[in-house]
């Protein structure tokens, strides 16, 4: 119940492209998805954050849609770049703030995004 | 505002062996988090701290541990080392704002990658 799966597993986009990767959990407590991004050698930098009282978020070419209902949430890159390339991370958390407590972040596999020039 | 750092960058130790990571928070964040990454089991939760002292904990063997100090910083330590124990670690700060009703954005640092021979 604290899985958070993300599919695929590693995507390759023409230049200019969507990319689309999906994520879906199945605890009905998490109220925080974030989509981290990653290259090699760095640690996971934040892209753009939902939480479920909206279905759809947009960050310049960057757009999360959280469907509720059916526990699933996606990242869409518009106009897919080759500086785009790195692996992509979603990830889920309660959001919790009780006594200065974070929660924990629980994170997919990742997805491996190749954009060819 | 300078980032998450994080030293070593690198280290090697062999079996057995005990190790400590620090890291040093982005300033004026309160919470500190650790998360182990492994190619096979991805980011992992490993412990949180706020206040100096721990709020959360991940499924992680007595021989993870940590600790967090006046100024933020933090430190953790694996005793015993085993060849599984290699990987990225991972500290991400998080300013965990006072009556703030959900958590604060987590910011990763650069991670320690650690080998054991």
């Known amino acids: 119940q604290q899985q958070v799966k993300q599919s695929p597993q590693s995507l390759i986009v023409q230049k200019g492209g969507i990319s689309i990767i999906n994520c879906a959990y199945e605890?009905?407590?998490?109220?925080?998805f974030p989509w981290y991004q990653q290259f090699p050698g760095k640690g996971p930098a934040l892209l753009i954050a939902?939480?479920?009282?909206?279905s759809e978020k947009k960050e310049g070419r960057f757009t999360i849609s959280f469907n509720k209902s059916a526990k699933q949430f996606s990242l869409h890159i518009m106009d897919s770049q080759p500086g785009d390339s790195a692996t992509y991370f979603c990830?889920?958390?309660?959001?919790?703030?009780?006594?200065?407590?974070?929660?924990?972040?629980?994170f997919g596999k990742g997805t491996k995004l190749s954009v060819k020039p | 505002k300078a980032g998450v750092t994080q030293t070593p960058r690198y280290l090697i130790k062999t079996r057995g062996q005990q190790v400590t990571l620090s890291c040093s928070p982005i300033s004026g964040h309160r919470s500190v988090s650790w998360y182990q990454q492994t190619p096979g089991q991805g980011l992992q939760f490993l412990f949180e701290y706020f206040s100096e002292t721990q709020r959360n904990k991940g499924n992680f063997p007595g021989r993870f541990s940590g600790r967090q100090f006046s100024n933020s910083r933090s430190e953790m330590n694996v005793s015993t080392l085993e060849l599984g124990d290699s990987a990225l670690y991972l500290c991400a700060s998080s300013l965990a704002r006072r009556g703030l009703a959900r958590a604060d954005t987590q910011y990763f640092g650069p991670g320690t990658r650690l080998t054991v021979l």
């Open positions: 939902i939480r479920p009282d909206v």
């Open positions: 990830a889920a958390s309660t959001a919790q703030n009780y006594g200065g407590s974070q929660g924990n972040l629980i």
């Open positions: 605890n009905t407590a998490f109220d925080y």
